[in-house]
């Protein structure tokens, strides 16, 4: 079946422009997740969804990030005013829901992003 | 403080060498997740393995097996017969009941070089 989609896979921009990057979760997965790793590092949480409700956000680095859900599906990860140190491969991942458990997630290709 | 240790940050061996990748998590949490994930050159996460608190019963899977110890905090992976396939960054990740299992907290990685 089809896995966790991620556009584009590469982006390259100008300091100070916005970026989009998209996650297309599996079908059926209302938790999602967003995640950065930079060049040699482990993975940074950012922010995660269950249906299109975020109820944390304290992982995203600066108001210059944004993440939203609609239809319980496609999420869009919004950096506004590109730095340098956004550079990093930006990661979605997926799971299903259990309350009171955890199921595993699935992650995506990444969106690789320089910012020049 | 890191909830996820990973003291090692690259291990290379030779092919057929067994080779253990530690790591170390810290919660305070009696319900909790425990993760590996594979990350190949290529880039994409692949899950490894899920494991609940409640569940110390070490786990083998072909040539990967798992080390749950409560008493030391620790989810040890070791490779058995390694080869260069098995090249790649191996993150353990850790979800908490108090986060509802909604933040994942991964460690730096350790980069697994085999060579022929």
């Known amino acids: 079946g089809a896995g966790v989609s991620q556009s584009p896979s590469n982006k390259v921009t100008e300091k100070g422009k916005d970026v989009e990057l998209r996650c297309d979760p599996i079908s059926g997965h209302t938790a999602l997740y967003w995640y950065r790793q930079s060049l040699g590092q482990g993975l940074e949480f950012l922010i995660y969804f269950q249906g299109n409700s975020a109820p944390d956000k304290s992982g995203l680095p600066s108001d210059r990030f944004s993440a939203e859900r609609t239809g319980g599906s496609v999420s869009t990860l919004t950096i506004q005013r590109t730095q340098q140190e956004d550079s990093a491969v930006y990661l979605c991942?997926?799971?299903?829901?259990?309350?009171?458990?955890?199921?595993?997630?699935?992650f995506g290709p990444g969106t690789r992003l320089l910012v020049l | 403080a890191q909830k996820v240790t990973q003291a090692q940050t690259e291990i290379s061996v030779v092919e057929k060498e067994d080779v253990t990748l530690d790591c170390v998590y810290e919660?305070?949490?009696?319900?909790?997740?425990l993760f590996w994930y594979k990350q190949p050159p290529s880039g994409e996460l692949v899950f490894l393995i899920r494991r609940n608190s409640f569940d110390e019963q070490n786990e083998i899977s072909g040539r990967y097996s798992w080390n749950f110890q409560k008493s030391t905090s620790s989810f040890n992976f070791t490779i058995t017969a390694s080869q260069v396939v098995d090249s790649a960054v191996y993150f353990c990740?850790?979800?908490?009941?108090?986060?509802?299992?909604?933040?994942?907290?991964f460690g730096s990685g350790t980069k697994l070089n085999v060579k022929p």
């Open positions: 991942a997926s799971s299903r829901r259990i309350a009171g458990a955890q199921e595993t997630q699935y």
């Open positions: 919660t305070r949490d009696t319900t909790y997740y």
């Open positions: 990740a850790l979800s908490e009941a108090e986060n509802n299992f909604n933040k994942f907290y």
